[in-house]
């Protein structure tokens, strides 16, 4: 039996409803992680060894969360990330998540392999709405160039291109699992597929794993959205990628799901932005994270890092398989009041102040 909305007091709350609630097969393909689910686990677990150096007696009356990502305003400096497959969770799919970011002012990164068309999903758009794409690189150049230059026609603002997933990671409970045929269904074009693999890997054979460095000035030619690398991992990729030109990068790991015992991306941003300020780039480039965010202290911990923005998947996936579109809101919603509870405790009360004179990392590393 579920509870009501109003019963889920945090994040969490909705991982525990959805695990209870869910179909099988869509808590599989949702929760799974790469192998042992090592990276999956410490992603979050990462956040509990860094720890806050409050400041007090500063005037916390009024808090602005609102701030700009990619020259895009928002209400709060975290997004809904691409996640593919929306409808496993919910029949009407991303469309839900479009909705919701409307209502709390929260920008949506729409997937390459959504469930719903890219057109469906842009056309559940209302007023000003900011939607990003999240761009598998097709074999097939040409249809690449099709995808990006219509989202730019269709009012998308930035492309991110995924660049962690040359190859699908192993997600043994979601191959263990039933492949649910029709939610599954993608509108793109990728050929015949060996559903054996799972859900994620029967849908993305499609993707070039030759893809590389070489590529990106290609990128930069075919469109004038800020292109943003989804997946760095390490600061010398960091490097490259400003002297690369590109305008942003995502420190992730795919939430887990691709390379097991990959670093968390708490602690790669710690690396990154080590080399960023050594050869004087901090300002030459916009620095983004995702993977196991769960709280508003874990993105006030990356923003005080130096992140810009933040990225959550799967608990709008969790929010939205439960509760549809009021779940989604709810949790924007908590993540809201967390954010706003806890920038008062630290004494900070506007996006930009946070500095990493908030946070302790020395349990993290000697970096
Ligand atoms: C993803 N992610 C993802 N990334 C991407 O570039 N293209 C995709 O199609 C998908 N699909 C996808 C499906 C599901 C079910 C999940 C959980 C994740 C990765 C996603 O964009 C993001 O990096 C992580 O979800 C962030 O971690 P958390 O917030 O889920 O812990």
Redesign the pocket.
């Known amino acids: 039996l579920m509870p009501p909305v109003s019963q889920c007091y945090n994040l969490l709350d909705f991982e525990d409803i959805a695990r209870q609630t869910m179909k099988s097969t869509a808590w599989a393909?949702?929760s799974s992680g790469a192998d042992d689910e090592i990276t999956l686990r410490e992603?979050h677990a990462a956040y509990h060894r860094i720890w806050f150096r409050p400041r007090v007696l500063v005037d916390v009356d009024q808090i602005d969360l609102s701030t700009t990502m990619l020259g895009c305003k928002s209400s709060v400096p975290f997004y809904i990330?691409?996640?593919?497959l929306g409808k496993l969770g919910n029949p009407e799919g991303e469309v839900v998540l479009t909705r919701a970011g409307h209502r709390e002012n929260v920008i949506q990164m729409i997937?390459?392999?959504a469930s719903c068309s890219f057109d469906e999903i842009v056309d559940a758009k209302q007023g000003d709405q900011v939607q990003w794409l999240?761009l598998?690189v097709n074999k097939d150049r040409e249809i690449t160039k099709r995808i990006v230059q219509h989202a730019e026609k269709r009012g998308c603002k930035a492309l991110w291109i995924?660049v962690d997933a040359p190859q699908l990671g192993r997600r043994e409970k979601d191959m263990r699992s039933k492949y649910d045929e029709q939610a599954a269904q993608v509108q793109s074009d990728e050929g015949t597929v060996d559903r054996s693999q799972g859900a994620a890997r029967a849908i993305s054979s499609f993707i070039d794993p030759s893809l590389s460095w070489k590529d990106i000035p290609w990128f930069q030619s075919i469109t004038k959205m800020p292109i943003v690398l989804?997946g760095i991992q390490r600061a010398e990729d960091a490097i490259k990628a400003v002297e690369y030109g590109v305008d942003a990068i995502l420190l992730?790991n795919?939430?887990g799901?691709q390379l097991d015992f990959a670093k968390p991306s708490i602690e790669v941003l710690v690396e990154v932005m080590a080399a960023l300020k050594q050869h004087d780039y901090q300002d030459k480039i916009e620095v983004f994270i995702?993977?196991?965010?769960r709280r508003g202290t874990d993105i006030i911990k990356a923003l005080c890092l130096g992140a810009k923005g933040v990225?959550?998947?799967?608990p709008f996936?969790y929010a939205m398989s439960t509760y549809g579109e009021t779940g989604v809101v709810r949790a924007i919603q908590l993540l809201k009041d967390e954010l706003e509870m806890n920038m008062r405790l630290i004494g900070a009360t506007k996006i930009n102040e946070l500095n990493p004179s908030f946070v302790d990392v020395s349990s993290v590393s000697a970096h």
């Open positions: 393909y949702y992603n990330t691409a996640t593919a997937p390459t392999l999240q598998y995924t989804k992730s795919h939430g799901r995702d993977g196991g965010v990225g959550i998947g799967r996936l």
